[in-house]
């Protein structure tokens, strides 16, 4: 079936190191794809954003990379904090036309541990 | 900007009990959305709103979970009766719009079935 997945459940570094969490999507249709942090008892918080139109986003101490051939995307976080400790959720949006927009399917997260 | 707020942070019920869940989205924002986010797993999209329309119901459990946006501003909710699956983090987000716009989250509710 359509799913969103992370190769690594898990990530540990040291603080001011960068962190590379990875995900795999298998649904060639999708075209929209946004990273969540989801800190313990919290909603998701939005990261960053990237449409399939494009292989690269940055945002601040963040960078998401897609590559739509092998269905790979990945958010780089440069100068990792112990604040970034989270878990973090790749999540897709299908492009199906009518109804489809706006509906999200998620990763099972990765967990990012940062030490001081 | 104020987030998307929700009430109540928690809630313990016993199974077969009814129970309801509000969501205030953020001003504005066209499209309104309630996951299901079990421990240890991504958020799962029970149901989508435009502004007080149903776009996507088709995961919610209709014989037991509904849900309303009667003026297209707040939303509830509702479980009648519980099962104890239903033990969860029931999460409401919103967005500017459905297509290519990010959905913000609020801390969601904890529910609990005894």
Request: with cysteine; aromatic share 10%; glycine share 8%.
């Amino acid at each position: 079936g359509e799913s969103v997945g992370l190769h690594l459940p898990t990530l540990s570094v040291q603080e001011g190191d960068n962190s590379i969490i990875n995900c795999a999507y298998s649904n060639s249709a999708s075209d929209y794809f946004i990273w969540y942090k989801q800190e313990s008892g919290k909603g998701p918080q939005f990261i960053i954003d990237i449409r399939s139109n494009m292989d690269k986003r940055q945002g601040q101490r963040v960078t998401v990379l897609l590559n739509k051939t092998v269905k790979h995307l990945s958010l780089q976080i440069a100068a990792t904090q112990p604040g970034d400790s989270a878990v973090y959720f790749c999540a897709e949006n299908r492009n199906a036309g009518g109804t489809s927009y706006g509906k999200l399917t998620f990763g099972q997260g990765t967990i990012l541990t940062v030490h001081p | 900007e104020a987030g998307v707020a929700q009430s109540p942070r928690y809630k313990i019920i016993e199974k077969r009990q009814s129970v309801a869940f509000w969501c205030n989205p953020i001003s504005g924002h066209a499209t309104l959305y309630w996951y299901q986010q079990i421990l240890g797993q991504g958020p799962k999209l029970l149901i989508q709103f435009q502004n007080n329309g149903v776009v996507d119901d088709s995961q919610l459990p209709k014989d037991r979970f509904s849900a309303e946006r009667l003026k297209g501003v707040d939303s509830t909710l509702k479980i009648q009766p519980a099962k104890l699956e239903d033990s969860a983090v029931y999460l409401c987000a919103s967005s500017l719009e459905a297509m290519y716009q990010p959905q913000h989250f609020g801390d969601g509710t904890r529910l609990s079935i005894l």
